[in-house]
């Protein structure tokens, strides 16, 4: 037996077929999270259940991929029961869906879950009377416990195929059997509706000879309904609302402490600075918190190269292994300790209620490029790093919103751009570096303001944008940790390849040798006239920017000591290697101790001292116009490859590189813009 | 009764007043109704955010809903309920 879990987004869906089938489906607390049918099995007595996970809609006729998948899968391949799972607080939503999958033909069980929920913020349904008045069987769970299981399944044994819920009206009712009569399939009397609200799709099961019957009644109904559509819709509106209001009972009270807090964070002057404060030291926190990890993986790489070499392997091969291999892997995992920590704040946010506050505080701001006040919130996480900022983007509802911010995130200095900052500004403006670097995060930050604007302009999108603010709530530490662990764990399979062959790349352009010059140099010195308009004179410089594709401060070793010098690995011996990673993991412990505090230091910039030899050559090579055009290159030429891997898992190949030309190309301009200038004040 | 027609914009902190009709269509249309802002729903204006954006409303006593002026204006209510 087939039986197809359906209902509103982030209603519990996958979190409910995990428990019913012991297996674990991939939960995130974001909407969109199942993309795709997943199916899981669970034996009940004799038989055998088939669980499908489809994914959340609000309507079956909805735009976009979900209601399409779902849709499809319901029509195509009809299961034998609906298992059509509600949020409890909101039923009235979710009832819209309900009374629409009633139509359809199929046994149907409705699951009110989440009712741990509503009950908090004192929400009480009365699902015997809910039963009663629809005429299917109606159950209660809290899928996260897992309570509400065994009534689940049997639940889907008692159910049968339902009484049509909503009636149109007599006529109406008149021309769904006539339409209905002429289609061979369960759903019929739900497709000839469809076909009334001239929603055809590709692949409904009907033929050619129906559609002037449709024609026909559409023309006589809607002279006396008006738009069918809306009238269909509007039925089935106001049935829900007479179902939710007989069912639904509220407690008004709120708790003091939501009053008050709302009233700080909500107010319209405080509230902002409330919020900002937060989200600097929320994310402070991530990023302290993972530093000393992202350590500890690099010294793991050393070891494992310093065995290597040890081993006695050596020459291209150890280089191939050690630069290409480990250090490609090393990237790889040295972001999961970054992702994780932002995930966890992330979903804090998320979960308590907080992150509606922001969006509240902060949409002013945001509607100004057009934007939900939400987005926000990926914007100041791509100062910490890029990559969790375009996966914080699913935060968001429309998928053009999604895109718009991804494509503004990488002009969000990130912090592996800082250093190559600070050692440009010490070098050539040390009587001031900190304005210099804080002038260039500063434009970066006006260019992704751009963007949203062109890009809002040119995507011409304009949903209402409404969005609900939940009571506070304290989130459940475990379950936040697995749902962040699921993320980071999605990025490493999904991106990983990508990272992998973009650290495997640049290793070949270093060590591919075309008639005795490597690649990495031919480069450089192919792009470098390209660059001398804006006073870049050395092909050094230009290529650094290629390793500064994995990861922009590599740019500063790759000035230093030439990227492919061997010379800073050293073998080590094996128990030496042990003792080193024993000793980068109690250190990264103790550091992580130090985190809690560190977060309410002042940010500064710590200048390190510059390597003479380093200043010198740069002093030597650029003037200080130039310096300066090189930073803006720098801060905006490319997203880094895991952005780019994590644009294209999010949006696709063709975003992703849509996004390196345009960054591309408005770093170039920025960079020859502020060159002239320069040069123009100072000669 | 058509003379105390307003929309949501013009609704004043603390007030209620109860949904006549939403202008808008299709999906802008719907997104208003997940929401709970259907016709016939009561709304009471909590509070506004930074320059009057956006708009909290609590729908029929149960949901707390953020709307931008923008979208408000769409909304067409008459005081009291
Ligand atoms: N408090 C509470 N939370 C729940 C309950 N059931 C699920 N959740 C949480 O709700 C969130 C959404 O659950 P999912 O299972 O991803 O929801 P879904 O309906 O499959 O979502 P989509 O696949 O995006 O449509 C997760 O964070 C769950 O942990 C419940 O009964 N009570």
């Not at chain 1, 065995?307 to 191939?320: K, N, Q």
């Not at chain 1, 709530?473 to 399979?493: Q, Y």
């Not at chain 1, 070949?508 to 490597?518: N, V």
């Not at chain 1, 003037?623 to 891997?645: D, E, K, R, S």
Request: some cysteine; aromatic content about 10%.
């Amino acid at each position: 037996m087939r039986v197809a879990f359906v209902g509103n987004p982030n209603t519990g869906k996958s979190t409910l077929v995990s428990s019913l089938s012991g297996r674990d489906i991939r939960v995130a607390n974001w909407p969109g999270t199942t993309v795709e049918s997943i199916s899981a099995q669970v034996r009940v007595g004799e038989g055998v259940l088939h669980l499908v996970d489809l994914p959340g809609v609000y309507d079956l006729l909805d735009d976009g991929p979900d209601a399409e998948i779902t849709l499809r899968e319901l029509l195509e391949n009809p299961p034998d029961a609906i298992v059509n799972v509600l949020d409890a607080s909101h039923l009235e939503r979710g009832l819209h869906l309900t009374l629409e999958l009633m139509e359809l033909g199929i046994p149907i069980l409705l699951v009110l879950n989440m009712v741990d929920e509503a009950r908090r913020s004192g929400v009480e349904v009365d699902s015997g009377k809910l039963e009663e008045v629809l005429g299917i069987p109606v159950v209660e769970t809290v899928a996260v416990k897992g309570r509400g299981k065994e009534e689940v399944l049997s639940g889907i044994l008692r159910a049968r195929v339902p009484a049509p819920p909503v009636s149109y009206g007599e006529d109406v009712e008149l021309a769904l059997e006539d339409i209905a009569s002429g289609i061979e399939h369960p759903a019929r009397r739900w497709l000839a509706l469809a076909l009334l609200m001239e929603q055809e799709r590709p692949f409904f099961p009907i033929d050619d000879s129906l559609r002037d019957v449709v024609e026909g009644w559409r023309r006589l109904l809607s002279a006396r309904y008006g738009d069918l559509f809306l009238y269909i819709e509007g039925r089935r509106i106001s049935v829900a609302h007479e179902i939710s209001s007989r069912v639904v009972s509220r407690r008004k009270r709120r708790r003091a402490v939501d009053e008050w807090l709302d009233a700080l964070l909500m107010n319209p002057v405080a509230g902002p600075v409330f919020i900002l404060l937060f989200l600097i030291f929320s994310f402070r926190f991530a990023f302290f918190l993972s530093s000393p990890w992202v350590d500890f993986i690099n010294t793991v790489s050393d070891v494992l190269g310093g065995w290597i070499l040890s081993a006695g392997i050596r020459g291209i091969v150890a280089s191939f292994l050690i630069e290409g291999v480990i250090s490609g892997v090393g990237t790889v995992l040295s972001f999961a300790p970054v992702l994780f920590l932002f995930y966890l704040v992330l979903g804090f946010m998320e979960y308590s209620g907080i992150m509606a506050r922001m969006a509240f505080a902060l949409d002013t701001l945001m509607a100004a490029v057009g934007l939900p006040g939400k987005a926000f919130v990926p914007l100041v996480m791509g100062f910490g790093c890029n990559v969790p900022a375009v996966y914080a983007t699913r935060t968001l509802e429309s998928f053009y919103d999604r895109l718009r911010v991804a494509l503004m995130i990488p002009f969000m200095g990130c912090s592996a751009r800082l250093p190559v900052l600070v050692l440009f500004a010490s070098v050539f403006f040390p009587h001031g570096p900190v304005p210099v670097v804080l002038s260039l995060y500063l434009l970066g930050m006006i260019m992704a303001f751009i963007t949203g604007a062109i890009l809002s302009r040119m995507l011409e999108y304009e949903a209402p944008s409404l969005f609900e603010i939940p009571p506070y709530r304290f989130p459940d530490g475990g379950r936040l940790v697995k749902t962040a662990w699921d993320r980071t764990f999605e990025f490493l399979r999904g991106a990983g390849t990508i990272i992998m062959a973009g650290v495997v790349l640049v290793w070949l352009t270093m060590h591919l040798r075309i008639s005795g010059e490597s690649l990495y140099s031919i480069i450089s010195r192919g792009i470098l006239p390209i660059f001398r308009p804006m006073g870049i004179q050395d092909w050094r410089l230009t290529g650094a920017l290629i390793p500064g594709f994995v990861s922009k401060e590599v740019i500063i070793g790759a000035l230093a000591v030439g990227f492919s010098d061997m010379a800073n690995h050293l073998p080590i011996g094996f128990l030496e290697g042990i003792g080193m990673i024993l000793d980068a993991f109690a250190r990264a412990v103790r550091e992580s101790m130090g985190a809690p505090g560190a977060i309410f230091g002042i940010p500064g910039f710590r200048i390190p001292p510059v390597e003479t030899s380093l200043g010198d050559y740069l002093s030597g090579v650029l003037t200080p116009a130039g310096a300066l055009a090189y930073m803006v290159f720098v801060l905006l030429y490319t997203p880094c490859v895991a952005t780019v891997a994590a644009i294209k898992q999010e949006f696709g190949g063709r975003w992703a590189l849509f996004s390196v030309l345009y960054q591309m190309s408005v770093a170039f301009i920025l960079a020859l813009f502020i060159y002239k200038i320069a040069v123009l004040i100072h000669g | 009764m058509t003379s105390g027609t307003l929309t949501l914009e013009e609704i004043e902190e603390g007030e209620s007043a109860e949904i006549l009709s939403i202008d808008a269509d299709g999906g802008k249309f719907r997104k208003f109704i997940y929401m709970g802002l259907y016709p016939g729903a009561t709304v009471r204006v909590i509070r506004r955010g930074p320059a009057g954006n956006p708009i909290e409303v609590l729908v029929d006593d149960l949901l707390r809903i953020a709307v931008r002026k923008r979208d408000a204006r769409m909304v067409k209510v008459r005081k009291g309920s």
